[in-house]
Nanobody
Framework: QVQLVESGGGLVQPGGSLRLSCAAS???????????VGWFRQAPGKEREFVGA??????????VYSDAVKDRFRISKDNAKNAVYLQMDSLKPEDTGIYYC???????????????????WGQGTQVTVSS
């Protein structure tokens, strides 16, 4: 099993920034470098939405983003800390929601945006953008 724990959410004014963290661990965990890690979010009353993902080692480490966030959010990874980060800048009220990280070891590029393809999920962290 692999456990994922998100942190860093909170209340921020429009135009502000937050950095979310996703820490991975577990008895079967083999190191974050071996996992594709995605970020998803879900706003109240809406379906879960893909935010972005970073690919595992050996696949080029490519990072992809949704069109809604690609110029404002940035994903990074720290292999030594087994953590993935989501830096969110120029936040808008429509970015409000629960943010989840997810991980899997076997995704192909075209599956990164598909939440149902990920084996492991965190519990989520709330992000609220409001004045």
């Amino acid at each position: 099993q692999v456990q994922l724990v998100e942190s860093g959410g909170g209340l921020v004014q429009p135009g502000g920034s937050l950095r979310l963290s996703c820490a991975a661990s577990g008895p079967s965990f083999t190191g974050i470098r071996n996992y594709d890690v995605g970020w998803f979010r879900q706003a109240p009353g809406k379906e879960r939405e893909f935010v972005g993902a970073i690919r595992r080692q050996g696949t080029g480490g490519r990072i992809v983003y949704s069109d809604a966030v690609k110029d404002r959010f940035r994903i990074s990874k720290d292999n030594a800390k087994n953590a993935v980060y989501l830096q969110m800048d120029s936040l808008k009220p429509e970015d409000t929601g629960i943010y989840y990280c997810a991980a899997d070891q076997r995704l192909i590029l075209s599956s990164l945006s598909l939440g149902e393809q990920y084996d492991y999920w965190g519990q989520g962290t709330q992000v609220t953008v409001s004045s």
